[in-house]
């Protein structure tokens, strides 16, 4: 986020400078962590990129050259370990992704998690990059936590998945987080659920690929009939890798 050292890099002779844009970085939350001249390291970068067309469509009000470059997630890579890692046939292993800083999003299905934990005895809740003490405080979910991780440990995490969650709070924030989350399980074939707000509503087709969920009640029901339907976890983790 330094301000001077982008200055810096615009003064050098023939040097074009590109800004990769990711999140709401102009947000009051991200400036208390040095972006408080984002918008002007956009105005005077030569081209920004971004991974979604909500973050677009902001920078285009200060730079006139900007694209989009949709996160990947590296489908080869799954490939790689894809035999050697499946999940647990003991129990339904329901997965987050993420890190510290956005498992505050895990409040977003902290009833509808403590309601199924309490009437199911076979669940497991995985959570990659998160600390414990960010989280919800569980009484009836088990879960565990992978504190920190490197690609190859998020890949093997996420192959150990049958259910992979992406909920999300209905805020601006959200809109610019992009759908990465839910390619990372599409890729481990891991059937998704996916908050139904942003980009989430263009990848996800509902019953075909994912399952889409806005509030309580629908995610409830929506990792209700996954936890019963090893067929329709199937079907939908096979329409994700498909995709």
Not at 86 to 113: F, H
Request: aromatic share 10%; charged share 25%; with cysteine.
């Amino acid at each position: 986020p330094s301000w001077p050292l982008h200055q810096q890099l615009c003064d050098l002779p023939n040097t074009l400078v590109v800004t990769d844009l990711i999140d709401a970085l102009w947000l009051p939350c991200f400036q208390e962590y040095g972006w408080d001249h984002i918008h002007e390291t956009l105005t005077t970068s030569d081209a920004v990129i971004c991974e979604n067309q909500y973050t677009a469509d902001y920078t285009a009000k200060y730079n006139d050259s900007v694209f989009i470059i949709p996160d990947a997630p590296q489908v080869e890579v799954f490939d790689q370990f894809r035999d050697e890692v499946v999940p647990d046939p003991s129990r339904v292993t329901i997965g987050w992704i993420g890190g510290s800083n956005t498992a505050d999003a895990l409040y977003k299905i902290y009833e509808p998690l403590e309601e199924l934990f309490a009437r199911h005895k076979n669940l497991h809740l995985r959570l990659v990059g998160a600390r414990a003490d960010r989280l919800p405080r569980f009484a009836f979910t088990d879960f565990s936590v992978v504190e920190a991780y490197d690609q190859k440990r998020m890949v093997q995490e996420a192959l150990a998945m049958d259910i992979g969650v992406f909920p999300l709070f209905h805020v601006e924030e959200s809109l610019h987080r992009g759908t990465l989350k839910t390619r990372v399980y599409m890729a481990a074939k891991v059937a998704v659920i996916g908050e139904c707000f942003g980009e989430n509503c263009e990848l996800i087709q509902h019953g075909e690929n994912g399952l889409l969920a806005a509030g309580n009640d629908q995610w409830l029901d929506c990792i209700e009939s996954l936890i019963r339907d090893d067929s329709l976890r199937q079907r939908l983790a096979s329409g994700g890798l498909h995709t």
